[in-house]
T-cell receptor
């Protein structure tokens, strides 16, 4: 099956700093998503981005499908950004499951 | 839109009892729901895919007789952990996928919306 590795596994930032999270996957995919799991366990949809670049406020994401990686950029980080960031990939449309990556645990301190 | 609820949020039970967890899509009909399990500081592991009106598809290594899944309507799926043991203690998360082209959802986006999770502790 597809392997999904994320780096770094842990990240500690001071408020206001920028960061880049990476997601590498081992095979071609046609579905890639980024999620934020807050400290209470709720997963929040950030981006559906099987290819290309998207931006939403302080967050942006880029997926280079041909090279099998995706990047999530967080600018001007805030304490509310703390939690675990997961990328998840899939190979089908509407019929296939998502395979979650290993996650990046982010802690933002004031 | 895209609100998924789970009940209960937390449950503590004695070893040998059965526990039922409900997952509801509150504002859309979901033909497919998924059940995940997450151990502390680990990723989400898919347990099963649940399609309304048909039997669930379980991932390799997941005991279907232990984790009973019922998807009786387009807005409700249930997971029953039968004869629970301490090793079943975990965080259980459900998700719901809206069918493609559903009004009110971004076109061309295949995603899942997640419930808040249920923390199960078996004593």
């Amino acid at each position: 099956g597809i392997q999904v590795e994320q780096s770094p596994p842990d990240l500690i930032l001071q408020e206001g700093a920028n960061s880049t999270l990476r997601c590498n996957f081992s095979d071609s995919v046609n579905n890639l998503q980024w999620f934020h799991q807050n400290p209470w366990g709720q997963l929040i949809n950030l981006f559906y981005i099987p290819s290309g670049t998207k931006q939403n406020g302080r967050l942006s994401a880029t997926t280079v499908a041909t090279e099998r990686y995706s990047l999530l950029y967080i600018s001007s980080s805030q304490t509310t950004d703390s939690g675990v960031y997961f990328c998840a990939v899939g190979r089908g449309w509407n019929t296939d499951k998502l395979i979650f990556g290993t996650g990046t645990r982010l802690q933002v301190f004031p | 839109g895209a609100v998924v609820s789970q009940h209960p949020s937390r449950v503590i039970c004695k070893s040998g009892t059965s526990v039922k967890i409900e997952c509801r899509s509150l504002d859309f009909q979901a033909t497919t729901m998924f059940w995940y399990r997450q151990f502390p500081k680990q990723s989400l592991m898919l347990m099963a895919t649940s399609n309304e009106g048909s039997k669930a598809t379980y991932e390799q290594g997941v005991e279907k007789d232990k984790f009973l899944i019922n998807h009786a309507s387009l807005t409700l799926s249930t997971l029953t952990v039968t004869s629970a043991h301490p090793e079943d203690s975990s965080f259980y998360i459900c998700s719901a996928r809206p069918p493609p082209g559903l009004a009110g959802f971004p076109p061309g986006v295949d995603t899942q919306y997640f419930g808040p999770g249920t923390r199960l502790t078996v004593l």
